[in-house]
């Protein structure tokens, strides 16, 4: 590897949790009661792919990669207890999926 080319830093959970801290943000601790709602980041990627747009398509809008974008759908398929994107738009339009963190 050159010089020139570097890679990222990795980002530890610590480092994310000190990073949200430094904006104001925060994390709420998951509940039994809340385990099976979707968040909000996972909500608004299942809604994505449920208008038929590819991890890529997905990754590329909400600048994470196309990886992390189905790490969020297995989360979500576990959670909606549903097994490909065909189900996702009846899974979503059942009800409220996602907790709106304030």
Do not use: W
């Amino acid at each position: 590897m050159t010089a020139s080319v570097r890679s990222a830093p990795r980002v530890s959970p610590s480092g994310h949790a000190a990073s949200c801290r430094a904006t104001g943000e925060t994390a709420p601790r998951r509940t039994e009661e809340t385990r099976d709602i979707l968040t909000p980041q996972e909500a608004q990627i299942a809604r994505m792919a449920s208008a038929r747009q590819t991890n890529p398509e997905i990754g590329a809008k909400l600048f994470i990669s196309p990886r992390t974008v189905e790490y969020h759908l297995k989360k979500v398929f576990t959670k909606l207890d549903i097994s490909s994107r065909k189900e996702l738009a009846g899974a979503l339009a059942a009800g409220p999926v996602a907790r709106s963190y304030s």
